[in-house]
């Protein structure tokens, strides 16, 4: 059911940028990229969501292909408190549903 | 303040046993969701109301029954439970008409452990 691709799992040194992408080739074009990440032990939370314009906000940023097929999230600066499961999500307004894939788990090295 | 709470967050039981998870959140939301995450971590959805309305039931179990009183509680209550229902049960809200551009807000989980 997932509509993106993501990598297993990716390496980052701290304090350096990790760039997280996500294939979604099969997007319509009502359809917006979500990214979550689930901390250890915890539940999923909200970090960052586009429709067809790059996004800023003060957790990450959010580059969107021109075609829309694939997307990436950027963290600028990787922290050990980054250590999570980055979660790409396509949803359709009007669906209610989030289909989570098996995300990137992101393994930061101090 | 809590925005999603779950309880109980720890739940061991014994097989064919019933038991309930309850789930409250004051973030004002209309949509409430149920998802299951099993051992691998895949993250399913269960149930989704809306305005206490059920619009997503998943292929899952009628051992699974959800029910919500109103709006802010959404609770879930398993009937005859079985070994492969151990995992962690999520509750996650959002509003409708925004939740393409705020998403879900999701409780911190109940680990349910049926032996």
């Known amino acids: 059911d997932a509509k993106t691709t993501q990598p297993n799992s990716m390496e980052s040194n701290e304090e350096e940028p990790v760039h997280l992408p996500c294939n979604h080739s099969?997007?319509?074009?009502?359809?917006?990229i979500h990214w979550y990440r689930q901390l250890p032990s915890q539940g999923p939370e909200y970090v960052i969501h586009g429709l067809t314009s790059n996004v800023n906000n003060r957790m990450a940023s959010l580059a969107i292909a021109e075609d829309r097929k694939s997307s990436t999230l950027i963290l600028h600066r990787a922290t050990l408190r980054d250590a999570a499961v980055y979660y790409c999500i396509l949803y359709t307004p009007g669906t209610y549903k989030y289909i989570f894939g098996t995300g990137t788990r992101l393994k930061v090295l101090a | 303040d809590t925005a999603v709470s779950q309880t109980p967050k720890y739940l061991v039981t014994q097989m064919g046993n019933d038991k309930s998870i309850k789930c409250e959140q004051n973030l004002g939301h209309d949509t409430m969701y149920w998802y299951k995450q099993d051992s691998k971590k895949f993250l399913k959805i269960m149930f989704s109301y809306n305005n206490k309305e059920l619009i997503i039931n998943e292929t899952v179990p009628n051992r699974f029954s959800p029910k919500s009183p109103d709006k802010a509680h959404l609770n879930l209550h398993i009937n005859s439970l079985e070994l492969g229902d151990s995992a962690v049960y999520f509750c996650?809200?959002?509003?409708?008409?925004?939740?393409?551009?705020?998403?879900?807000?999701f409780g911190p989980g109940t680990r349910l452990t049926v032996l």
């Open positions: 099969t997007i319509s074009g009502t359809d917006y």
């Open positions: 996650a809200s959002s509003q409708q008409d925004r939740g393409h551009k705020i998403g879900q807000f």
